[in-house]
């Protein structure tokens, strides 16, 4: 079993920058890939970013690269997600989840455990 808890969300001009953060507990949370996703009101959810566990390959959506990173802590069981150039567009609940494989899935329903997820406000 593993548990997320997201923190880091809330409300931020548009250019400015937001780090969520990603706490996890369970044995296999550093064994796994990890990922960001979102979504906005009324619309479906996305993929943001994602991170393996065993060569910290990563994965963006096109409208993220270059302003948000992903990273992961093993030591301190912790995954983030460093937003910069932030948008309206990025507005969403921000969600982390843990894979059941050490891939690098886009797709959510390769993601077993979900955290509970944090709000990201980007104003214009």
């Known amino acids: 079993q593993v548990q997320l808890v997201e923190s880091g969300g809330g409300l931020v001009q548009a250019g400015g920058s937001l780090r969520l953060s990603c706490a996890a507990s369970g044995r296999t949370f550093s064994r796994n890939a990890m990922g960001w996703f979102r979504q906005a009101p009324g619309k479906e959810r996305e993929s943001v970013a994602v991170?393996?566990?065993?060569?910290?390959?990563?994965y963006y959506r096109d409208s993220v690269k270059g302003r948000f990173t992903i990273s992961r802590d093993n030591a301190k069981n912790t995954v983030y997600l460093q937003m910069t150039s932030l948008k309206p567009e990025d507005t969403a609940v921000y969600y982390c989840?843990?894979?059941?494989?050490?891939?690098?899935?886009?797709?959510?329903?390769?993601?077993?455990?979900w955290g509970q997820g944090t709000q990201v406000t980007v104003s214009s």
């Open positions: 989840a843990a894979a059941s494989t050490d891939t690098l899935w886009v797709d959510s329903k390769q993601y077993r455990y």
């Open positions: 991170i393996t566990w065993s060569t910290a390959s990563t």
